[in-house]
């Protein structure tokens, strides 16, 4: 089963506008990250939350994270075209070993 | 060049046979990773090594082997392929010391 679970599965929206994606997981972290995947080509990593964070911002990203309620939400201000992609998060989980769990992701269209 | 290769980039494979994929990274990370990405779903952990002589199981690892030949390089066989191992093969790897991960560019496998 899946440990991180993105929503919505879709979204669609104008350049210029903000783009949030949610993601919640199951057990408790050592980190989460969000990756981005461009059609049929291998993840790239965005940013990584740590446990104890409760928000972090990488240039257009902005990620929070609420450990009580087991989510994290990306929010991507004045998109491009060039963002349209899937976004996943990924969770490192206690006593994993350091491997991560990704989620199922959130496509993003971004019309011009 | 890219850091984390795969090859082969395609391959159309036939029920029964054996098939190897081939990873390399010139990151001098320790860890490498093999994922399978189906449609419309997140990554699923099949294998991954944490150094030349340690190999571990992950998620999916029924009907898949690897070999971790050098530091730089990680395979993956399917022994006797099946066409629900039809999917996009993603390799990763990171640093020890940090929980990134790093993508390569994906093998699809098409198994007939």
């Known amino acids: 089963s899946q440990q991180g679970e993105e929503d919505p599965q879709a979204l669609s929206i104008q350049e210029g506008e903000n783009a949030t994606m949610n993601c919640s997981y199951k057990?408790?972290?050592?980190?989460l990250q969000w990756y981005r995947q461009n059609s049929g080509r291998g993840l790239v990593h965005l940013i990584l939350?740590?446990?104890?964070?409760r928000e972090k911002h990488s240039g257009r990203l902005r990620v929070t994270l609420d450990t009580s309620k087991k989510s994290s939400s990306l929010l991507i201000t004045a998109s491009r075209a060039a963002d349209t992609a899937s976004y996943f998060c990924?969770?490192?989980?206690?006593?994993?070993?350091?491997?991560?769990?990704f989620g199922s992701g959130t496509q993003l269209t971004v019309l011009p | 060049d890219a850091d984390v290769t795969q090859t082969p980039r395609n391959r159309i494979t036939k029920t029964g046979k054996r098939i190897m994929l081939e990873c390399s990274q010139t990151?001098?990370?320790?860890?490498m990773y093999w994922y399978r990405q189906d449609p419309g779903l997140g990554l699923r952990l099949i294998y991954y090594?944490?150094?030349?002589?340690?190999?571990n199981k992950g998620e999916i690892s029924d009907g898949y082997s690897v070999s971790r030949q050098a530091q730089a390089k990680f395979s993956l066989s399917l022994e006797s392929a099946i066409p629900n191992q039809t999917a996009l093969y993603f390799c990763?790897?990171?640093?020890?010391?940090?929980?990134?991960?790093?993508f390569g560019p994906g093998t699809r496998l098409l198994v007939l």
């Open positions: 990151k001098g990370h320790d860890r």
């Open positions: 990763a790897t990171s640093d020890g010391g940090y929980e990134t991960q790093y």
């Open positions: 939350i740590r446990s104890n964070e």
């Open positions: 057990t408790s972290i050592n980190n």
């Open positions: 990924a969770t490192d989980l206690r006593g994993s070993a350091r491997q991560l769990t």
């Open positions: 090594s944490f150094d030349v002589k340690d190999i």
